[in-house]
């Protein structure tokens, strides 16, 4: 059964630091996209960043310089280092896995407040 684990949100303040993860089980084989989204109150889920299995990275503009994505692909584990956190970053931030098909995570909160 696949399942895409995320953790590493919460409340942080702005200027502040988040690391979020995501644990993917119950592929056969690598999973060749990774990637995180997010989707704040009353918008549509965008696209913040994403990794592929050999290391090609792609931003979303708005995090540009602020965020990195990464992967170990050994444990089929992607991270997102958020960095200089902004109140317009406050979402929910959902994982997702390319294979054949799309498998999201649950998402994981994280407010940007003071």
């Known amino acids: 059964q696949v399942r895409l684990v995320e953790s590493g949100g919460g409340l942080v303040q702005p200027g502040g630091s988040l690391r979020l993860s995501c644990a993917a089980s119950?592929?056969?084989?690598?999973?060749?996209?990774m990637a995180w989204y997010r989707q704040a109150p009353g918008k549509q889920r965008e696209l913040v960043a994403s990794?592929?299995?050999?290391?090609?990275?792609n931003y979303a503009d708005s995090v540009k310089g602020r965020f990195t994505i990464s992967r170990e692909n050994a444990r089929n584990t992607v991270y997102l280092q958020m960095n200089s956190l902004k109140p317009e970053d406050t979402a929910v931030y959902y994982c997702?896995?390319?294979?054949?098909?799309?498998?999201w995570g649950q998402g994981t909160q994280v407010t940007v407040s003071s």
């Open positions: 997702k896995a390319t294979q054949t098909e799309n498998y």
């Open positions: 990794i592929i299995r050999f290391g090609s990275t």
């Open positions: 119950g592929f056969i084989g690598s999973i060749n996209f």
